[in-house]
């Protein structure tokens, strides 16, 4: 069931200007998270300053942007930045404008190319996207290629999250830059997703013909992409006043804006999209008397914590929470549940509490093959003296260990057959288990293998794993499996 809630009143909200203190665990439903602070600082030489894009890279580091221009490698363990490229005599960084997203190459050991989208001034505010290298003897990026340019920006609304498919295209959202005829203007490449080779061409088969950047139409400013295991693109992005989305991204999709806000729901709106071509409806939208400001998403696919495995978690900036967001595992287009994290006040009364965040403005999110998360707080926007601004914040689950049994659930058996096996092989899952996400870990507790258990009886071709023990592990809240599969030569 899609939700949306009413308010029957509009609060005024106040500021916390208490400063909260930092927690050293979080509770999760049965799962507690330890807390730690990877790195924090206000644009010290240590520090970092308006983290906008953290991804976890191959080389098992923290990959990030920062708004006013900086790249960083960050270890994770450590807490030690290191400055891959220095674009602050570059960027235009004013208000949202600045570095933005960034996208390591999905298959980075072979082809070190890392992707960024930053806004400059060039007879006013432009964005561009850019292709570097990754040097690793001289550890810094060079060789930039420079894929789109002159893209309009602004202060604000300039989007720009980026994402590479399997295709090995790549896509970028653009915002309206505050010119609202822009996003249904087909010959515009603002208010857009726009895809891309990764040398900057075209691709071919691009839905609005092989001349045009364009793969969907209609947005005011999205800044959350994520493709998620059962094929589908989900997207978050903002609303003005009201009406944050939640979306499922279509190649050649109209997404409405600005003669639709949030649900095709009023009678200019219904005679709007009767009009477009492939109008697309949100799955969700937060909420239709105020707004959150969701930014970045990811699939959580990992059992060390069960609660959200199978399920996309959300990072909101000014209602200050992580949101869990369950879709439905037929097909994937309704959303049937969702939660509230890390913010008591906000979960308790969703349209009316800000400020109140346990770690403040959430902007980014990323995820280690472990299985632990990882959030990057914003700085200060809403009121002043956030305690966690700036900051890198690692959430673990201490009590997982990749070989063992979670005692919190009741371990069913799964059956394995041939096991030892090096090809096709049986997975026979317990009814407990149906719509679980399962995972295959390697002893270093690194995913080689994820997905859904749609049928109790799958078979799944192994024969490109390296020989060795791994672990077939599947969770939900009330069931686990754990077992044995060995890859013999
Ligand atoms: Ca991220
Ligand atoms: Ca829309
Ligand atoms: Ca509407």
Not at 215 to 221: C, D, P
Not at 353 to 363: A, E, I, K, V
Request: charged share 15%.
């Amino acid at each position: 069931m899609t939700r949306s809630f009413t308010l029957t009143s509009i609060s005024l909200f106040s500021f916390i200007l208490t400063a909260l203190a930092q927690p050293s665990t979080v509770t999760v439903g049965n799962t507690t998270l330890d807390v730690r602070v990877v790195i924090q600082g206000n644009n010290s030489t240590n520090g970092i300053d308006i983290p906008w894009e953290i991804q976890w890279g191959p080389d098992d580091y923290i990959w990030m942007t920062e708004r006013y221009g900086r790249v960083s490698r960050l270890n994770p363990e450590t807490g030690v930045r290191t400055t891959i490229l220095d674009l602050t005599n570059t960027v235009y960084d004013n208000s949202e404008a600045g570095l933005l997203g960034l996208q390591l190459h999905p298959d980075f050991e072979n082809t070190p190319q890392v992707f960024l989208a930053y806004t400059y001034n060039s007879g006013g505010v432009k964005e561009r996207i850019v292709r570097y290298n990754y040097n690793s003897t001289s550890g810094m990026l060079e060789s930039p290629l420079t894929l789109v340019e002159g893209i309009n920006g602004n202060t604000t609304h300039i989007g720009c999250r980026l994402l590479i498919l399997p295709d090995n295209t790549l896509l970028a959202t653009t915002g309206d830059y505050q010119e609202q005829t822009s996003p249904q203007n087909e010959n515009s490449v603002s208010g857009k997703i726009l895809r891309m080779n990764l040398d900057g061409s075209i691709p071919a088969d691009n839905p609005f013909g092989p001349t045009s950047y364009l793969y969907s139409i209609g947005h005011r400013n999205a800044q959350g992409m994520v493709l998620a295991p059962n094929g589908i693109l989900y997207s978050s992005e903002h609303g003005p006043s009201t009406n944050d989305e939640f979306n499922i991204i279509v190649a050649g999709g109209n997404y409405g804006w600005p003669n639709v806000e949030g649900f095709c729901n009023t009678g200019s709106e219904m005679t709007a999209c009767n009009a477009m071509t492939d109008y697309q409806d949100p799955l969700a939208i937060w909420y239709s008397s105020s707004t959150i400001a969701p930014s970045d998403l990811i699939w959580y696919n990992h059992p060390a914590i069960p609660e959200w495995q199978g399920k996309m978690l959300m990072t909101v900036l000014k209602a200050e929470h992580l949101k869990v967001i369950e879709v439905d595992n037929v097909d994937g287009t309704t959303v049937v549940d969702e939660e509230i994290l890390f913010n008591t006040a906000h979960a308790n009364n969703p349209t009316s509490s800000f400020n109140q965040g346990t770690f403040d403005r959430l902007r980014d999110i990323c995820m280690a093959p472990d299985g632990r998360v990882f959030l990057a707080t914003s700085g200060p926007s809403w009121g002043t003296s956030l305690t966690w601004a700036n900051s890198i914040v690692e959430l673990k689950n201490s009590s997982y260990s990749p070989l063992g049994i979670d005692e919190a659930t009741k371990n069913v058996h799964t059956q394995i057959y041939p096991n030892p096996t090096n090809g096709v092989t049986n997975l026979v899952f317990a009814n407990e288990l149906m719509g679980a996400g399962f995972s295959v870990i390697d002893q270093l507790g690194r995913i080689v293998w994820s997905g859904v258990v749609n049928n109790r009886k799958m078979e799944i071709d192994f024969s490109s794993l390296a020989s060795g023990l791994y672990m077939v592990q599947a969770a939900n809240e009330d069931y686990t499996t754990n077992e044995r599969l060995l890859i013999s030569e």
